[in-house]
């Protein structure tokens, strides 16, 4: 039985990341915000490694050291050399910030935006740097035309991250984004709007097509996983979503995946 479980989830794995990130090409580069390496196996770092190839690269953005080492690891151990680490967090201005640390690394966050009342902190803090992604991608010269996908999920830090990246967004040509939004706390809200109605509106108005859907409405997670293991942690309370987002030649297939 334990063997069976461990092919099934094998192969669960195996469509799940082939369902992620559709628009993403060979020789294109990916940007990941925020990369929780707690299950490093199915990262979307190393989805997006797969998905550029040899020719393409991976920049993967994060200021928690854990995860840095985890993922260094995974790096100097495996085939993943086209994968760039920048220890940052990405905001809308360039600045410092405390830096709460989860218990989990997923539940880190900055700790000037509202809190995710859902997380579990540790207590421990840090001063960290912050800066947009304008900069960093010009100061690691990533040219903004090869970016084929950026994938945002850097716990309530979303719409300032976008903020930040303003002309990249502009100039950018054919180019996808899945961006986590729609808590159900104070860290789901800018100003007292949901922050999927926020970010929606501002990527509408770079020429971006947006699509906004919760995790149990989704083709994949919403009818297939919850058919087949039922996670209670997405089908039996409220949870967040995910909006797709696409400019250019990019398109949001309905069966696109996000986990």
Same mark, same amino acid.
């Given at each position: 039985?334990?063997?069976?479980?461990?092919?099934?989830?094998?192969?669960?794995?195996?469509?799940?990341?082939?369902?992620?990130?559709?628009?993403?090409?060979?020789?294109?580069?990916?940007?990941?915000?925020?990369?929780?390496?707690?299950?490093?196996?199915?990262?979307?770092?190393?989805?997006?490694?797969?998905?550029?190839?040899? @020719? +393409?690269? #991976?920049?993967? $953005?994060?200021? =928690?050291?854990?995860? /840095?080492?985890? *993922?260094?690891?995974? !790096?100097?151990?495996?085939?993943?050399?086209?994968?760039?680490?920048?220890?940052?967090?990405?905001?809308?201005?360039?600045?410092?910030?405390?830096?709460?640390?989860?218990?989990?690394?997923?539940?880190?966050?900055?700790?000037?935006?509202?809190?995710?009342?859902?997380?579990?902190? @540790? +207590?421990? #803090?840090?001063? $960290?740097?912050? =800066?947009?992604?304008? /900069?960093?991608? *010009?100061?690691?010269? !990533?040219?903004?035309?090869?970016?084929?996908?950026?994938?945002?999920?850097?716990?309530?830090?979303?719409?300032?991250?976008?903020?930040?990246?303003?002309?990249?967004?502009?100039?950018?040509?054919?180019?996808?984004?899945?961006?986590?939004?729609?808590?159900?706390?104070?860290?789901?809200?800018?100003?007292?709007?949901?922050?999927?109605?926020?970010?929606?509106?501002?990527?509408?108005?770079?020429?971006?097509?947006?699509?906004?859907?919760?995790?149990?409405?989704?083709?994949?997670?919403?009818?297939?996983?919850?058919?087949?293991?039922?996670?209670?942690?997405?089908?039996?309370?409220?949870?967040?979503?995910?909006?797709?987002?696409?400019?250019?030649?990019?398109?949001?297939?309905?069966?696109?995946?996000?986990?």
């Amino acid at each position: 039985m334990k063997r069976l479980k461990q092919i099934f989830f094998r192969l669960f794995t195996r469509v799940d990341q082939w369902l992620k990130f559709p628009a993403l090409k060979k020789g294109e580069t990916g940007i990941q915000i925020g990369f929780d390496m707690l299950y490093p196996v199915t990262s979307d770092l190393f989805e997006m490694s797969r998905k550029v190839g040899k @020719s +393409g690269m #991976v920049i993967g $953005i994060d200021p =928690d050291p854990w995860n /840095h080492r985890v *993922a260094e690891e995974k !790096i100097t151990g495996g085939t993943y050399r086209n994968i760039r680490l920048i220890r940052l967090a990405t905001y809308s201005e360039r600045t410092r910030a405390i830096f709460l640390f989860g218990k989990k690394g997923s539940w880190s966050q900055l700790g000037n935006i509202p809190v995710d009342e859902t997380a579990d902190f @540790s +207590g421990e #803090v840090s001063e $960290i740097q912050l =800066d947009t992604l304008d /900069h960093i991608l *010009a100061d690691h010269r !990533i040219d903004i035309h090869r970016i084929g996908h950026v994938n945002i999920t850097n716990n309530g830090a979303e719409y300032h991250t976008l903020l930040g990246f303003e002309n990249g967004l502009r100039d950018a040509e054919n180019m996808a984004l899945t961006v986590i939004a729609g808590r159900y706390d104070t860290s789901g809200t800018i100003d007292g709007i949901p922050d999927h109605v926020r970010i929606s509106s501002f990527l509408q108005s770079l020429g971006y097509r947006t699509r906004f859907r919760r995790i149990h409405q989704l083709f994949w997670w919403g009818f297939f996983v919850k058919l087949i293991i039922n996670r209670k942690w997405i089908y039996h309370g409220k949870n967040y979503g995910v909006i797709f987002a696409a400019k250019g030649n990019k398109r949001i297939p309905f069966y696109q995946s996000f986990s």
